[in-house]
């Protein structure tokens, strides 16, 4: 693909001829697309608009022929082009777009200079810390899910059964209520929920010792081995 060079604003950027050309079809072409869905295409982000004196100064030093009566140019961007070739459709839009975005967007003639270098590196690290930290914050923020909640109820019944004695202990079937809303009590105080199922998926694994760990306090536990040891007697 040859074609000539145009830099604005530290990017390459393509005419409308030179759009056109690349996909086969015209200007008009290009341009009823553009009109059609305007509201889709950003100033800066999808195109660079030239007028007044800033058009001028681009003619004056211009590589490219243009005409002196323009009153106001179109330089389609990368992501400008890649709209285009969605509007168009075609499989030879498309496969020009690869060959733009690999032969011309992306290729630079000269090194950049260590001053625009570091201002991409400190970008880009700025774009992970941001994107670490919304990672962060999700993780932080979502629920455990429907399985995670099920194992949590499970590891909650069996240790609640195991406090009271086992299914078949007298405590188990006179106190298995109170035991059971005393468990679920301090699970909730502890982890600062309204329920269990808004336990926050980072503290899963926690949630689990927590259950695994639980003991009834001393005077409910009393109750339990007063209740079965009176069964042990009858």
Known sequence: MNLSIIE?????VLTTAQLAESYGTDNERITKNFNRNKNRY???KHFILLEGDELRSFIATSQIDLSPNLNRLYLWTEKGAWLHAKSLNTNE???AYEMLVDEYYNVKEQPQSLEIALQAALEH??????IKSDVKYLKGSMRVDSL???EIQ??????????????????????????FSAF??????????????DIPKAKFEEAIRFVELWRPNTSLQIEIDHCNSQMSLT
């Open 42 to 44: 950003k100033n800066g």
């Open 154 to 179: 499970q590891a909650a019944k069996y240790s609640v059964v195991q406090a009271l004695g086992g299914g078949d202990s007298a405590a188990y079937q006179e106190m298995s209520k109170r035991v």
């Open 148 to 150: 995670q909640q099920q």
């Open 8 to 12: 604005q604003n530290n990017q390459r």
């Open 125 to 130: 690290e700025r774009e992970i810390k941001t």
């Open 93 to 95: 839009a498309w496969n």
């Open 184 to 197: 679920w009590r301090e699970f909730k105080q502890y982890f600062k929920v309204p329920r269990y199922g």
